[in-house]
């Protein structure tokens, strides 16, 4: 996939783009259903399907109270969108003057002028331009004059309710990765290099991989499991611990990942968690006995809750 950063709204002089538009926060099952139906649409007509998003979230140029955390970086976007077969992800960067342009001046500057849209998939619920002020049923009449279609997708539902960023943080916040999941379509992870710890976790027979996970939103503390991609594509099942440490006096949160089967050094690998059970809670132990037999009946539930995963991924 081709990624674009749309510094100048220059024309790319794509192929017929078929483009759906977002922030595809998490690239959650909402977002898959406009990205297959772009795809699908490029494919029918020979043309190329885009992504457009922003770059950094409007929340933060708009400097609103509350920014929400993030659930992918842009390069986790890129990969996702990429799997679900886009071909290129155009990273429109969100500025006052991009907030401030009209709903007008953003089909003709930025759909029909930079991207070349031909046709256009959105949500049924989509808002665009200045304040939000146009909706799908606008931008279909702006496309006719423009040059380009409007599809108009209803909104994935989950539980009764419509699928949203919002609500996998919701879900994580809680710990119930399992529900996060469920919305995602996939287990969320996070990315993340190994850092030096106390080294506590060998010497009590489970050996920890302590990662950092730079800015990404981590759920509720507590004990998961799930699989761990390596550098070199092995994905051993991991249980991961979120949390302060408190039976060690631990003031601050960490991530630490015991990779079940696994040996070797870690330090400085870029690692991949991904939470797809929830094991407990966190809690304080009265002592490293105690603590060893609970982490022995951790990795015993990881194993019967999750498959083996594939060696490779």
Not at 92 to 100: D, I, K, Q, S, Y
Not at 199 to 205: E, L
Request: hydrophobic fraction near 45%; include cysteine; proline fraction near 6%.
């Amino acid at each position: 996939m081709h990624l674009v950063r749309l510094e100048t709204l220059t024309p790319l002089g794509l192929a017929s783009p078929a483009v759906t538009i977002g922030n595809f926060d998490g690239v959650h099952r909402g977002h898959q259903a406009l990205v297959r139906e772009t795809v699908a649409r490029a494919r029918t007509t020979g043309g190329v399907s885009v992504a457009l998003t922003f770059d950094p979230h409007p929340a933060q140029v708009l400097g609103r109270a509350r920014v929400p955390a993030e659930l992918t970086t842009l390069e986790q976007k890129s990969e996702l969108l990429e799997a679900l077969g886009t071909d290129v992800l155009a990273v429109l960067p969100f500025t006052r003057a991009v907030a401030a342009l009209t709903p007008e001046a953003f089909a003709r500057e930025v759909l029909a002028g930079a991207v070349g849209a031909r046709h256009v998939v959105v949500g049924d619920t989509f808002r665009f331009g200045h304040r939000q002020a146009g909706n799908a049923f606008l931008l279909a009449a702006l496309g006719t004059a423009l040059g380009f279609s409007v599809q108009a997708v209803p909104p994935v539902l989950d539980e009764g309710r419509p699928v949203s960023s919002s609500r996998v943080r919701e879900a994580l916040a809680a710990g119930n990765v399992a529900h996060a999941g469920a919305l995602l379509g996939r287990p969320y992870f996070v990315d993340g290099v190994v850092v030096e710890g106390d080294r506590r976790g060998r010497t009590i027979g489970f050996p920890t991989a302590n990662l950092d996970p730079g800015e990404g939103l981590l759920p509720a503390r507590g004990v998961y499991a799930g699989p761990c991609r390596l550098s070199d594509g092995r994905a051993p099942l991991a249980v991961v611990n979120v949390g302060q440490r408190p039976t060690f006096g631990g003031r601050t949160v960490t991530v630490e990942a015991h990779l079940l089967d696994f040996a070797g050094d870690l330090y400085g690998e870029r690692l991949r968690l991904s939470f797809a059970a929830h094991l407990r809670d966190e809690q304080r132990f009265d002592g490293v006995d105690a603590l060893v037999a609970q982490i022995r009946r951790d990795v015993e539930r990881a194993r019967a809750l999750l498959p083996r995963p594939p060696e490779r991924v």
